[in-house]
């Protein structure tokens, strides 16, 4: 196997109601199989998910966080705002949004944005993926992936990385149970986060500065499916995701 990773170079500064598809295929060229990784930042703008901290009005809750971090307390709300559940208020907010990604902030973010705008992730990623990758394959006739990225942080250690928000004929998990390792060894639990090792690699390309590389095409991988996905399967169910029941024990013992 041989894997090439490249960005298409000469993308530019997205605003709403902009053509993804038509700007990354008028930049470069795709052939079957590709994965065209995107970050969030220019499909969220291409929607139009922008907003300004002064159109808020924080509730009593959102002040009452807002003196414990230090926070603009209308920013806060934005994030509340976002999110099904904080599990955390401070000295970080670390929320579960609606789409079931569990992140600081909501993934709301005031880089590469003007200044006294805010950038919302978008709506519901996965559907973007999929329009994304609907019109990609429309103006190529090739087989096409989609993965949108954000960057989070990771529990237990230092540092961001690319992780998958939105997916496209591209599965979340690639389950290994009952393969053979080396030894002939069945495995048992054996599940493999491939979009976002994906994301992760993409991310090495991107950075984080100004270098203007949101997208990144992904040749050689053979992992594309014609089967309905959602990035949402990567996502422990609340009942089984002990992390998330121990930070929710607690903020109870802590009211």
């Given amino acids: 196997m041989k894997l090439e990773a490249f960005i298409v170079d000469n993308i530019p500064l997205i605003k709403e109601g902009d053509n993804l598809a038509e700007i990354i295929c008028n930049n470069t060229k795709l052939e079957d199989g590709d994965i065209v990784v995107?970050?969030?930042?220019?499909?969220?703008?291409?929607?139009?998910?922008?907003?300004?901290?002064?159109?808020?009005?924080?509730?009593?809750?959102?002040?009452?966080?807002?003196?414990?971090?230090?926070?603009?307390?209308?920013?806060?709300?934005?994030?509340?705002?976002?999110?099904?559940?904080?599990?955390?208020?401070?000295?970080?907010?670390?929320?579960?949004?609606?789409n079931g990604n569990v992140c600081i902030n909501a993934g709301l973010d005031d880089s590469n944005i003007e200044n006294g705008f805010i950038l919302d992730l978008p709506k519901n990623p996965d559907v973007s993926a999929e329009y994304i990758g609907l019109h990609l394959q429309n103006l190529t006739s090739k087989k096409i992936g989609v993965v949108i990225t954000d960057t989070n942080g990771r529990a237990f250690k230092t540092g961001q990385t690319g992780v998958a928000v939105g997916l496209y004929h591209i599965p979340a998990i690639k389950n290994w149970r009952g393969k053979n390792d080396l030894y002939g060894h069945a495995l048992d639990i054996t599940e493999e986060a491939i979009a976002d090792e994906i994301a992760g690699t993409a991310n090495l390309l991107m950075g984080e500065g100004d270098g203007g590389t949101p997208v990144v095409i992904i040749r050689g991988l053979d992992v594309l499916t014609g089967k309905k996905v959602s990035v949402k399967n990567m996502y422990r169910p609340d009942d089984k995701d002990i992390i998330k029941k121990g930070l929710r024990s607690l903020n109870q013992s802590n009211l």
């Fill in 38 to 98: 995107i970050a969030s930042t220019i499909v969220a703008k291409s929607e139009g998910q922008i907003f300004r901290l002064k159109d808020i009005t924080p509730t009593d809750k959102a002040v009452e966080i807002a003196n414990k971090n230090r926070f603009s307390p209308a920013f806060v709300q934005a994030v509340l705002e976002r999110s099904r559940d904080c599990l955390v208020d401070s000295p970080i907010m670390l929320v579960e949004t609606y």
